[in-house]
């Protein structure tokens, strides 16, 4: 019998993020989570490198595999804005249940023999929260990348976004982690080709 795991995962490029919302560029759930892989991937070295003690380390390589299905739910849910699904607690809740039906749906597209390997990948309840937190600072960090430029392109629209993500940065900047990416490569996501490759 065949699986219909890589069927689904091919559709990503189809759900386009940020739907409520005029972009320049628009970028569907394929895009962002790979950016969002390779910055959990070069966070969880800056944490290997920085802060963890020796027997603290975590895989790179595992952080870039989770952030890669992220997203992957929204193949059945769609891309629901933030200020939507955090309107009121109530609603939050009935989101929570719906991506938890639509985690179980993606692991179930999968062969019997399989799905014990993607558990830890696929569930997020069952996701080791050290990975869990550094695919959800990754994330507020693409999404922040992704923000500036908009702005940079005189999207105003992106305005109320900025200040939110700023916020949440504000509180992931203690993890030391989190901090040095800030310091050490954010403001070049946003810079122009020239500027990349000076004379």
């Known amino acids: 019998m065949q699986s219909t795991f890589l069927a689904w995962v091919f559709r990503m490029p189809l759900i386009r993020r940020w739907s409520l919302m005029f972009c320049h560029k628009p ?5 962002h989570s790979h950016q969002v892989a390779v910055v959990s991937h070069l966070l969880t070295i800056i944490y290997n490198k920085k802060v963890a003690a020796a027997d603290q380390k975590l895989s790179p390589e595992k952080a870039a595999t ?39 749906l993606c692991l179930d597209t999968l062969p ?21 937190r550094i695919v959800k600072a990754a994330d507020v ?18 305005e109320h976004v900025r200040e939110n993500l700023e916020t ?32």
Do not use: W
């Open 27 to 31: 970028e569907n759930i394929a895009e």
């Open 66 to 104: 989770i952030a890669l299905y992220h997203d992957q739910i929204e193949i059945y849910t769609g891309d629901t804005v933030t200020p939507i699904k955090y309107h009121n607690p109530d609603l939050t809740a009935e989101f929570k249940k719906l991506e938890c039906c639509a985690e179980k």
């Open 112 to 132: 019997e023999e399989f799905k014990e390997d993607f558990k830890d990948i696929l569930l997020s309840e069952q996701i080791d929260v050290d990975y869990a």
């Open 141 to 158: 960090l693409c999404a922040y990348i992704k923000t500036l430029d908009e702005l940079k392109h005189h999207n105003y629209e992106f």
């Open 168 to 199: 949440r940065l504000e509180q992931l900047q203690v993890y030391p982690e989190v901090a040095y990416f800030m310091d050490t490569f954010l403001s070049s996501c946003v810079t122009s080709l020239d500027q990349l490759t000076p004379e």
